[in-house]
């Protein structure tokens, strides 16, 4: 008896999709639970199982297409599963579907995140041959990129028959349809031949796309407006020397500033709750809990997994939530989980370089934090000049809710308190 794949419900905000890879073809036997389908959403990817044993008799849908929660994706036959376990039994070369199988099956292909596999596409890296760092063995895009710089021999020859026939390489993507090729990290460019005035088109990812549509219905939605400050770092980079040493042999982390900018924050939020709602309708809806956003860099672009109920933790917890997030926001093995709700963001421009800039809300809340790069800066210190590591700071708001001067001293009390570590204590 026939039995549809389909799309299956990821979570209460996710409705739609995109199919980014089938991992099986047309004809292929397989087993109930063996993976058969990547599915790309705005905020995780995922691996679409089989439903029963069987062939996949059809793929309904190909890679690329958008696809919503319940739509069918292809078939399987439940007819053939008695075949398939006969192949499965059959030694190894008799047949080529029969080979193939079991091998999957019994795991000789690795376990691998979905970065990892883009990546190993972009970078002709074979993931079959790849030992994995990850857990259970997991290819991870670390081991894909270390592959992928390995071999010395053949990046030497590569630039010269690009260089030679500028010409004729140029002509080619010419003549040729433009490709969407797979999304993900845009490598850099690579040297222009003299003359050359080539272009390239780059389908979105599902979650770029997505990425990019929040941010305009921000700006179109929100009253946005951004209020700045600067911090004198002195006090938390000397306690930072003092501890750091004992903190990480105690907690196994290192002691950053992020947990402290954190504790700053749901100080300043229980001074100014309105920083801690969101709109409906008519309505505040004032929160009291603490659910903080912590923007990360990916892949695939920003994503704000949420350190929940972060009033109740201590700083070594607060550190090794935001590690472990940036560790699988890199992996790509970041759950719908952590990236729902929230109820406040901060977001790190500095860690790129940034001095100064105006960071966009994330709907529907009505602020964010943005810090920026320490930089040592001559400031009058009493009636004296004195080099200290500053940083610019900058709170985006939403004026429909939040005042002007309420924003200004939510903003001075998140200094006062980074400013004086020990009064993050009496918070």
Do not use: C
């Not at 990046?155 to 797979?182: N, V």
């Not at 920083?275 to 672009?301: F, P, R, T």
């Not at 309420?406 to 918070?427: I, Q």
Request: charged fraction near 25%.
């Amino acid at each position: 008896m026939p039995s549809n794949i389909v799309v299956p419900e990821v979570g209460e905000s996710i409705v739609d999709a995109r199919v980014a890879k089938w991992l099986r073809k047309e004809g292929d036997t397989v087993s109930a639970g063996d993976p058969l389908v990547e599915l790309e959403t705005d905020k995780i990817d995922l691996e679409v199982g089989a439903p029963q044993a069987g062939v996949l008799s059809q793929i309904q849908r190909k890679e690329g297409e958008d696809v919503k929660v319940g739509e069918v994706l292809g078939v399987i036959d439940e007819s053939a599963a008695s075949g398939a376990s006969t192949a499965a039994a059959a030694p190894a070369g008799s047949e080529q579907s029969a080979g193939e199988a079991p091998a999957e099956n019994k795991g000789a292909k690795p376990k691998a995140t979905p970065t990892a596999k883009k990546a190993a596409e972009q970078n002709d890296v074979d993931i079959s041959k790849l030992q994995g760092s990850g857990d259970g063995g997991r290819v991870m895009k670390r081991d894909v990129e270390r592959a992928a710089g390995a071999p010395a021999p053949s990046p030497a020859p590569q630039p010269e028959p690009a260089a030679a026939p500028a010409p004729k390489a140029e002509a080619k993507p010419a003549a040729e349809p433009p490709k969407a090729r797979p999304a993900g990290p845009v490598a850099e460019a690579p040297p222009r031949p003299a003359g050359a005035r080539t272009e390239e088109r780059v389908r979105m990812s599902k979650r770029r796309a997505t990425i990019a549509k929040r941010l305009v219905d921000a700006q179109q939605t929100a009253a946005m407006l951004s209020t700045f400050n600067e911090v004198d770092m002195t006090a938390i980079m000397a306690l930072r020397e003092r501890h750091k040493q004992s903190f990480k042999e105690r907690h196994g982390v290192g002691l950053g500033i992020a947990s402290f900018f954190v504790k700053a924050s749901i100080g300043a939020l229980r001074a100014f709750p309105r920083l801690n709602a969101e709109i409906q309708g008519d309505e505040m809806v004032l929160k009291h809990y603490y659910d903080i956003g912590v923007a990360v860099g990916a892949a695939e672009g920003l994503v704000v997994p949420v350190i929940r109920d972060a009033d109740n933790l201590g700083f070594a917890a607060i550190e090794k939530q935001i590690r472990e997030f940036a560790k699988r926001a890199e992996e790509g093995t970041l759950s719908l989980a952590d990236l729902k709700g929230g109820t406040f963001t901060i977001t790190n421009g500095g860690v790129f370089g940034s001095l100064l800039s105006t960071p966009i809300l994330n709907p529907p809340q009505v602020g964010i934090l943005g810090l920026h790069k320490i930089q040592d800066r001559p400031i009058a210190v009493n009636g004296q000049v004195q080099v200290r590591p500053m940083m610019y700071v900058a709170l985006t708001y939403d004026h429909r809710i939040v005042d002007g001067a309420e924003a200004v001293k939510f903003l001075v009390r998140v200094k006062e308190l980074v400013e004086d570590p020990g009064a993050l204590l009496l918070e």
